[in-house]
């Protein structure tokens, strides 16, 4: 059984750019979740998807954003980007309508020049 | 609202040693508790959780941990440590808000360095 898969594993953008993310769940997972880890920050959680409804979400800018999809795959966007945006993505997929038994994918890692 | 502390940042162990690493968290219901651990450039792995029911939780790669209400922590231990293990390990508490709507809150983080 494939775990979850998020590409691209490595993304280089500008600083004002926009960037969009994708992360494929676990077959037959509807939850989906994404955190960004820093540094500084740690593991901090951006928001929470069940059934293409957004069900919960972090204290996070606007500028974050996210859908599902039908077949429960998740993007999430970031627009207008800043240096402080430099981050490790990670996506979590959960069986339930419970996300907190959570499997992760190996994340995104997004760095801002 | 939730919080975990994770009090310390790096721990060395000697390969074949015990290893405890300490976890405390803030929350005002019953919590549901989670370790993680995550190799460099990885994602996390989850080791074990603790839901409700026996206070001595077993995971994978030979890790356990206890729960004990009464000190709010949640401690990870193994009786001996392999190299293999070094990696960083994540403390989170999972809380449910309105309806399902669920989140991790995670500590800090462990730094495991074992030494051969």
């Known amino acids: 059984k494939a775990g979850v898969t998020q590409t691209p594993r490595y993304l280089i953008k500008t600083r004002g750019q926009q960037v969009t993310l994708s992360c494929s769940p676990i077959s037959g997972h509807r939850s989906v979740s994404w955190y960004q880890q820093t540094p500084g920050q740690g593991l901090q959680f951006l928001f929470e998807y069940f059934s293409e409804t957004q069900r919960n979400k972090g204290n996070f800018p606007g500028r974050f954003s996210g859908r599902q999809f039908s077949n429960s795959r998740s993007e999430m966007n970031v627009s207008t980007l800043e240096l402080g945006d430099s981050a490790l993505y990670l996506c979590?997929?959960?069986?339930?309508?419970?996300?907190?038994?959570?499997?992760f994918g190996q994340g995104t890692r997004l760095t801002v020049v | 609202a939730q919080s975990v502390t994770q009090p310390d940042i790096h721990i060395t162990v000697s390969e074949g040693a015990s290893l405890e690493l300490r976890c405390n968290y803030s929350y005002g219901a019953t919590p549901y508790l989670f370790w993680y651990v995550q190799s460099p450039g990885q994602g996390l792995q989850l080791l074990l959780k603790y839901f409700s029911g026996d206070t001595l939780v077993q995971g994978i790669k030979g890790f356990e941990a206890e729960f004990k209400r009464s000190q709010s922590s949640f401690n990870l231990r193994k009786p001996s440590v392999h190299w293999s293990d070094a990696a960083e390990y994540f403390c989170?508490?999972?809380?449910?808000?309105?309806?399902?709507?669920?989140?991790?809150?995670f500590g800090t983080g462990t730094r495991l360095q074992v030494t051969l």
């Open positions: 979590a997929s959960s069986l339930g309508s419970s996300a907190l038994e959570a499997f």
């Open positions: 989170a508490v999972g809380t449910i808000n309105t309806g399902t709507a669920s989140k991790l809150t």
